[in-house]
């Protein structure tokens, strides 16, 4: 017998990379009571890890639970971006509705048409949230229009078309059911929520079925599953059987040592959860996402859809160069196989591979900005690596013919800008599919393109915009191959002999290109220390100092005036190195470098290569 569970409201909140979910849901924290008056509160207090809060982008979904009007609301804070989807695509089986947030001048983007196909290929009910109402460029009419169009695009019901509108400044802290009104607080949107957002149901005299969603990782307790109580209850120190849709064999008796419900950002032990409660369980070491608990007298998996599979990889390598070792904390290959794995306890996107050799790792991931966060991550944590250049996966068909991941790009650029773009982009191998105008003046460009060939363009592309572009992509299936892409326009600068970076031998490097370093650092031979304009890779001694005459001429000794070096972040680094090259990655510093240090086999291995290709 169904019942449902009136005093629960499970959603998800869903959107574009930054139109403001983390900051909605801090509002709706603060006005729920959840902190005292007096606390001081972080903003966008969900993103906790701090490569989140820097990059102001949300990578992993969490958990969390607001009270209203005595009904337990338990919320959701999903990832926007499309490298971190997978996450998306699971939590939404745990929810009965989502609210999708969109900023009042930006509209609907890539992303958000991706997470909405999700929420309503499931038949969940959508509140539509336009965000930053307060901005002074808002279009909520067009807005409106646009999120319909939408609707009707991706086959909506009519009972999904007739979704409530709520109007809404999370920076403010106000929300409204009219455009034209200011809100004073979230009232209408938590009222919205418990009107419009159907009670979870269930069956209370079932037996216990549970479908993992989520996993946490602890130190202290190890794996945490988290999912909702579908039918039944779980208590502590009940026995369940852990079953999987996609694994008919897997069948295995375990017991619920540890219960958790969400209250505010905090987790609190419980006894028993009845149908329609969020859950976090501890204790079971081998649980994983598409897990189902069940009754073991009624063991019936969940249908769960399958995680996407990675589509790019790179190589974790021991750091085997002159400086090895001098700066990290954790250096060996056992150090970097345990934290590697280690990650795969959270990170249900993503594959470890052992290669032939034990110094290195093959890593498997769903875009370069799901590979990098975990690099970044790892430098911070004290690990001293290198990772070679990110290469696609590819598959083969029946008939064994190669096919590539390729993805749908949505490029938002000025008009003065759309021509070198479509040039960059064809020579990519990408095809226009549309072309039309966006808001603000700015053209829209689609097209669909090998992920290959997006590989180390987004830095050419901000240069080629003037910073002025915004580019999306969405995975877009495996297509078969295109054919070869020329990468890198530039060789490299590599320094000669291991020393000390000096002015004069820099001032001198400086006309051969751009340099990536300034004076008093160290180099080993080896090492790329900036980019040539030409193709050709060239050595050039920047530790060379001044010979020393007898006879000065007043004014040879002026000061010489180098250039800045260029600075570039990791991702920079990532895009840059190429396929004969290597990202050093220590805590201190980023460093790029030949895989083959030395010069004279360097020559010999590029001859062999070039006589295997002809």
Do not use: W
Not at 42 to 57: C, H, K, L, P
Not at 152 to 176: K, V, W
């Amino acid at each position: 017998m169904l019942n449902k569970r009136e005093d629960i409201r499970n959603i998800a909140i869903i959107a574009h990379v930054d139109h403001g979910k983390t900051t909605l849901v801090d509002e709706l924290l603060k006005q729920s009571g959840v902190f005292r008056e007096n606390q001081e509160v972080a903003e966008r207090v969900m993103d906790s890890n701090d490569i989140e809060r820097e990059r102001g982008i949300t990578i992993l979904s969490k958990n969390t639970a607001v009270t209203y009007k005595n009904t337990k609301i338990n919320i959701i804070d999903t990832p926007g971006h499309a490298d971190f989807g997978g996450e998306v695509e699971r939590v939404l089986k745990m929810v009965n509705g989502v609210i999708l947030v969109v900023d009042a001048f930006e509209g609907s983007m890539p992303q958000t048409k991706f997470v909405l196909r999700k929420a309503l290929e499931l038949k969940l009910p959508v509140i539509v949230c336009i965000n930053k109402i307060d901005r002074p460029e808002a279009r909520p009419d067009e807005v409106i229009d646009e999120v319909l169009e939408l609707f009707i695009e991706l086959d909506a019901s009519d009972e999904q078309l007739d979704c409530p509108f709520i109007f809404a400044s999370a920076r403010e802290g106000t929300a409204s059911l009219d455009p034209k009104t200011p809100g004073k607080d979230m009232v209408p949107l938590f009222e919205t929520i418990l009107d419009y957002i159907p009670a979870p149901t269930g069956d209370p005299d079932a037996g216990t079925q549970i479908l993992i969603g989520t996993i946490d990782y602890n130190e202290y307790v190890g794996r945490i599953g988290i999912g909702k109580v579908d039918n039944g209850s779980i208590c502590v120190n009940q026995e369940v059987v852990i079953v999987n849709a996609h694994d008919p064999e897997k069948s295995k008796k375990v017991k619920v040592s540890r219960l958790y419900e969400f209250d505010g950002l905090e987790k609190t032990a419980v006894e028993k959860s009845e149908i329609g409660s969020i859950v976090a369980i501890s204790g079971i070491a081998d649980i994983h996402i598409g897990d189902t608990l069940c009754a073991p007298e009624h063991p019936v998996p969940i249908p769960f859809q399958k995680i996407s599979e990675p589509t790019i990889a790179m190589n974790f390598i021991v750091n085997d160069s002159p400086f090895a070792g001098q700066e990290g904390k954790y250096v060996t290959s056992r150090h970097l196989r345990d934290r590697l794995f280690r990650e795969l306890n959270t990170d249900v996107s993503l594959r470890v591979e052992e290669t032939d050799t034990t110094e290195a790792f093959k890593v498997s991931g769903r875009g370069e900005l799901h590979l990098s966060v975990l690099i970044e991550n790892m430098r911070r944590e004290g690990y001293e690596f290198a990772v070679s250049k990110a290469e696609v996966l590819y598959r083969y068909d029946e008939g064994g013919h190669k096919l590539e991941p390729m993805e749908l790009a949505y490029v938002d650029v000025p008009e003065e800008f759309s021509g070198s773009v479509i040039d960059k982009l064809s020579q990519r191998k990408g095809e226009l599919q549309n072309m039309g105008t966006a808001n603000g003046g700015y053209t829209r460009l689609e097209f669909i393109i090998p992920s290959r060939g997006l590989i180390g363009y987004r830095g050419e592309f901000m240069t080629d915009t003037k910073g002025n572009g915004i580019l999306n992509t969405v995975f877009n299936g495996y297509a078969p191959f295109k054919g070869e892409i020329s990468y890198r326009k530039q060789g490299s600068l590599i320094a000669f002999e291991s020393g000390e970076s000096v002015t004069y031998g820099l001032f001198n490097a400086q006309e051969r290109g751009s340099l990536f370093i300034g004076p008093g650092e160290r180099v080993y031979a080896g090492m790329v220390i900036g980019e040539n304009p030409k193709q050709e890779d060239i050595e050039l001694n920047v530790c060379k100092k001044k010979q020393l005459t007898n006879t000065r001429a007043s004014g040879s000794d002026d000061a010489l005036k180098l250039t800045p070096p260029k600075i570039m972040s990791l991702e920079q680094c990532l895009e840059f190195i190429g396929t004969d090259e290597l990202l050093e990655v220590t805590p201190k510093h980023l460093r790029i470098r030949k895989k083959i240090l030395d010069p004279t086999q360097r020559k010999r291995a590029a001859i062999s290569a070039a006589a295997k290709n002809q």
